[in-house]
């Protein structure tokens, strides 16, 4: 062989030969085993750590707030949507509760071109002038519990039926005794709802409950109608143990339901202005202690102690049932 | 060549040539095939558990799944919590400029022939959501005379013949059996091909770490028995995500009751994202 022929072949040889060694070294583990990439990629991939750990991990803890979450109009609204991702809690800390309610809603509820009309919008302007969101609206249950209901009852068939309730609740619908409640003027769409809910079961009370279950419908329809037409005149704030300057302060966050003075803005939200000091105390700490259901009340009563319980009610007690309506008749 | 001195010399170096070309090419195949027959050998040997056994990991078997993507534009309210999610789960750089997820406006005004589109990297809707690094639409065409208008999530479509992978130079971007486009971020080089052969735009450049980076449809949480983040966070449902290869899931409940599209059809890519209720101009 000529010895130029040699030389480039021994070339080109050693050239190959240097390659075949070196390939096993510069390719990388797993590199062929399915395909032209490394099969070990995916199982890194893989074996990342979720960050997102969606409502049932936030379950057994809140266990409260998930049932109820879970069983309102907001269960596809997971947790972290609104609190953050969950990963590292609670070993590192609190999740955030959002302080801007209005600002995190409107990114779904904002009236928009383009959102397709199943989805419910709000004009935010004319909505809520300027109110957080989570004043009227529990985010965990958002729908307003109390629809409004349409009350068309008989009066005067009423007042034969009220003959039973006279004994707790006065002739006249105004309770002789601290811890009844007055009737007078109440809203009869609450009225309504509240017996509705006693008969149901959904509410109960030892004395309420049989009283409530014997009614018909249209008894509690013409009930209703007959005490919400009655004067609260007579009302009397009585001798309250709060301080009613205190409470003022903390009416603060009532004021968006049940009115500055306590006169409902909402017919399906009862007036609380003039009531019996003492049935306020007592249905405020029932709501605290769950035993009466409300998603907004739980929500609201659940931050005040016994003796912000006890201001409040002398503060809505001392207020006049028949001051002017400030509430429009429409929700 | 000097025996056959009958044949025209053009012809003897023609067969000449035809000889020498013969030659290399053996030569070649069985350089090749020598190459070939040793690397995936010396793969073997240095390379994971034997195929025994579930791939990628010990309870998930890529081989029992086909995943699939639904849109349902119908249903979606622009509310950008997909876009919020995907960040957070996958490390997506906060800006309003890259991102494995994202949704477009697609809004028809009275009397203009063109559509306007805007997302998030829009300067207003960046200023209706106050910074970069949070997501909404503004309110931009609340007082104009609105024709039509429609919401558009985007996200990677995971060809079946995937344009990225193709042009990848090093094998960093591949499709896995289970049918999702990953990248290997640890083999990636940073050429920014696959970000240029992408017909959707799915892909961005991450600075930060220099590599490709895309969606993997959360290819972590898939193989763990849970949704993709931007499915599980989407509250009216637009998005749906399933096993292409078991009948009731809800992506094959989704194409099978649905007249579905895919975008750009004429690309050749066959993507597995499937959209109802988007317009022409969406792609």
Redesign the interface.
């Known amino acids: 062989m000529p010895k130029h022929i040699f030389r480039l072949v021994s070339l080109i040889a050693g050239f190959?030969a240097v390659?075949?060694i070196a390939?096993?070294f510069l390719?990388?583990?797993?590199?062929?085993?399915?395909?032209?990439?490394?099969?070990?990629?995916?199982?890194?991939?893989?074996?990342?750590?979720?960050?997102?750990q969606?409502a049932n991990y936030c379950k057994d803890c809140h266990t409260e707030r998930h049932a109820q979450w879970s069983a309102s109009n907001h269960k596809?609204?997971?947790c972290?949507?609104c609190h953050?991702?969950a990963l590292g809690h609670p070993q590192k800390g609190k999740l955030p509760i959002p302080k801007d309610a209005a600002r995190l809603c409107t990114?779904?509820h904002?009236?928009?071109?383009?959102?397709?009309r199943t989805?419910p919008q709000i004009q935010v302007a004319q909505h809520s002038s300027g109110q957080q969101c989570n004043v009227c609206h529990n985010p965990h249950s958002p729908k307003i519990a109390a629809a409004l209901v349409k009350v068309a009852g008989n009066a005067a068939a009423g007042k034969r039926k009220a003959a039973d309730c006279a004994a707790c609740h006065g002739e006249a619908g105004i309770s002789p005794n601290d811890t009844w409640p007055n009737l007078a003027g109440q809203h009869a769409a609450y009225l309504v709802r509240i017996l509705a809910a006693y008969k149901s079961g959904d509410q109960k009370d030892v004395a309420m409950t049989p009283l409530a279950q014997a009614l018909g419908d249209a008894d509690i329809q013409n009930l209703a109608t007959f005490y919400a037409g009655l004067n609260c005149k007579g009302a009397a704030g009585g001798k309250a143990a709060g301080d009613a300057a205190a409470g003022k302060v903390l009416a603060k966050n009532c004021v968006a339901c049940h009115g500055e003075t306590g006169i409902g803005s909402n017919p399906a939200w009862p007036n609380i202005a003039g009531q019996q000091p003492g049935y306020l105390v007592n249905v405020l700490k029932a709501f605290k202690a769950g035993l009466r259901k409300d998603p907004m009340m739980a929500g609201v009563s659940r931050g005040l102690s016994d003796t912000d319980i006890a201001n409040l009610a002398a503060y809505y007690a001392a207020q006049n049932c028949q001051s002017p309506k400030q509430g429009k008749a429409k929700p | 060549m000097k025996k056959e001195d009958s044949k025209p010399t053009l012809e003897a170096r023609r067969a000449f040539l035809a000889k020498l070309g013969g030659a290399a090419s053996c030569a070649g195949v069985v350089?090749g095939a020598?190459?070939l027959g040793?690397?995936?050998a010396?793969?073997?040997k240095?390379?994971?558990p034997p195929d025994a056994g579930s791939?990628?990991?010990k309870d998930?078997d890529?081989t029992k799944h086909q995943w699939g993507f639904g849109v349902d534009a119908?249903?979606?309210?622009?509310?950008?919590?997909c876009v919020?999610?995907c960040k957070?789960?996958n490390e997506v750089p906060r800006n309003a400029h890259q991102f494995r997820t994202w949704v477009e406006?697609?809004?028809h005004l009275e009397g203009e022939e063109a559509v306007r589109i805007d997302s998030q990297q829009d300067p207003v809707n960046i200023q209706a959501s106050g910074s970069e690094k949070e997501f909404?639409?503004a309110?931009r065409?609340?007082d104009?005379k609105?024709d039509k208008?429609?919401?558009v999530p985007k996200l990677c479509n995971h060809c079946a013949h995937p344009a990225c992978v193709q042009v990848c130079p090093v094998?960093?971007?591949?499709k896995?059996?289970d049918g999702v486009v990953?990248i290997?971020?640890?083999?990636c080089i940073g050429c920014r091909y696959c970000v240029q052969a992408c017909p959707y735009g799915a892909r961005y450049f991450n600075e930060e770490k220099g590599v490709s980076d895309k969606c993997?449809w959360?290819?972590?949480?898939i193989?763990?028995g849970?949704q993709p983040?931007c499915v599980?966070?989407?509250?009216?449902?637009a998005r749906i995500f399933g096993d292409q290869k078991d009948k009731q899931s809800p992506i094959s409940l989704f194409i099978r009751n649905n007249r579905v599209q895919v975008l750009r059809p004429e690309s050749g890519n066959a993507p597995n994202v499937f959209y109802v209720g988007i317009d022409k101009e969406v792609n």
């Not at chain 1, 904002?110 to 397709?116: F, K, L, Q, V, Y």
């Not at chain 2, 094998?171 to 591949?174: D, H, I, N, R």
């Not at chain 2, 290997?184 to 083999?187: G, Q």
């Open positions: 190959l390659t075949i390939i096993p390719v990388p583990d797993s590199f062929y085993r399915f395909g032209h990439y490394r099969a070990n990629s995916v199982i890194e991939i893989a074996a990342q750590e979720p960050v997102l969606t596809s609204v997971t972290e949507i953050g991702t990114l779904c904002e009236a928009m071109p383009g959102r397709p989805q | 350089v020598a190459t040793v690397v995936p010396i793969a073997a240095t390379g994971a791939f990628p990991t998930y890529w119908t249903k979606c309210i622009g509310c950008l919590r919020e999610a957070n789960e406006r697609y809004v909404r639409f309110n065409y609340k104009a609105v208008a429609f919401f094998g960093a971007t591949y896995t059996e990953l290997d971020h640890d083999y993997t959360c290819y972590h949480r193989t763990k849970l983040a599980e966070v989407c509250p009216v449902g």
